[in-house]
């Protein structure tokens, strides 16, 4: 097979052995750490999702492929291009309550850091409580929650009412992302519900041109 067919194939099939000679064969053949991440390793997380989503994967197999996409991904990290400016500003992110998916927020994360950004990483299944803490605590510039599952929405929107309830003295801009949102329920829906900024976020590079815009 093609190396970018193997690495994707490696996702797909949780085989972590052989893993790392490819990415390094990858990064040799002068492939940036990040288009292998974007091209070849996402790409296989996809299709585990459509064959989880159809019922022709199951749940340890989903388990094992991200257990290899971690691994990936923190073999790939210390080859991923850094700016030599930090403290542009800190964010604090967080896997909202209920959910355990944290893949794509840990590159939010990455890519944020490499970028100058001082991330407080909270990890998984955080409630509103952890967060609004943890943001005055580190007199975050804003707010990113993550979440997966449909029901992530729901618990998004609640985070954003009792942002207002609590009525902190800075109302944090936050940024949301995760597959089950759409633009339009978060810059319509939810715009209407919060009485800070709130914005949507695709990918991890949305996610640092809206901290970049945050910012300016
Ligand atoms: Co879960 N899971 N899962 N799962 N899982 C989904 C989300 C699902 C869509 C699969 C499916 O059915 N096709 C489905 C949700 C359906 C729904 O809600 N309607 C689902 C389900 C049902 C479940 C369980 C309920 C299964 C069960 O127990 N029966 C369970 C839930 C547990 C819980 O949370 N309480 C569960 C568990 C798991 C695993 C533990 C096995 C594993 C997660 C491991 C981990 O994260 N440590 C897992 C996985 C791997 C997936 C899929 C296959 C892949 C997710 C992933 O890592 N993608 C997923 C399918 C899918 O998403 N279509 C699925 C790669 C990652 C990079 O993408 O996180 O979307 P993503 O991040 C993107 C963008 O969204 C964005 O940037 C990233 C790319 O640059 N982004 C942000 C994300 N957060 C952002 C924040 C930002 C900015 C951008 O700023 C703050």
Redesign the pocket.
């Known amino acids: 097979l093609p190396l970018g067919e193997r690495l994707r194939r490696r996702i797909i099939d949780g085989e972590a052995n052989g893993l790392e000679a490819d990415l390094s064969e990858a990064l040799g053949n002068g492939r940036p750490a990040l288009d292998i991440v974007n091209d070849d390793l996402?790409d296989g997380?996809?299709t585990?999702?459509?064959l989880?989503?159809r019922g022709e994967m199951q749940?340890p197999f989903?388990?094992q492929?991200?257990e290899v996409?971690k691994t990936a991904v923190a073999f790939l990290e210390p080859h991923m291009e850094k700016t030599d400016d930090d403290g542009k500003g800190t964010i604090v992110?967080a896997t909202v309550k209920?959910?355990?998916?944290?893949?794509?927020?840990n590159?939010?994360d990455i890519i944020l850091t490499n970028n100058g950004y001082n991330v407080v990483n909270l990890g998984i299944k955080q409630p509103i409580n952890h967060i609004l803490d943890a943001a005055e605590q580190h007199r975050a510039d804003a707010i990113?929650?993550?979440g997966?599952?449909?029901?992530s929405t729901v618990i998004m929107k609640e985070n954003l009412e009792e942002i207002n309830v609590r009525g902190t003295a800075t109302r944090f801009p936050v940024?949301?992302?995760?597959?089950?949102l759409t633009r339009a329920y978060v810059e319509e829906d939810l715009a209407r519900v919060y009485d800070g900024e709130v914005r949507y976020?695709?990918?991890?590079f949305?996610?640092l041109r809206l901290m970049d815009a945050v910012m300016n």
């Open positions: 996402l997380m996809k585990v999702g459509e989880f989503g749940l989903v388990l492929s991200a996409m992110l209920g959910d355990v998916h944290d893949i794509g927020k590159l939010v990113g929650m993550s997966l599952l449909v029901k940024l949301l992302g995760g597959a089950a976020a695709r990918d991890a949305e996610g």
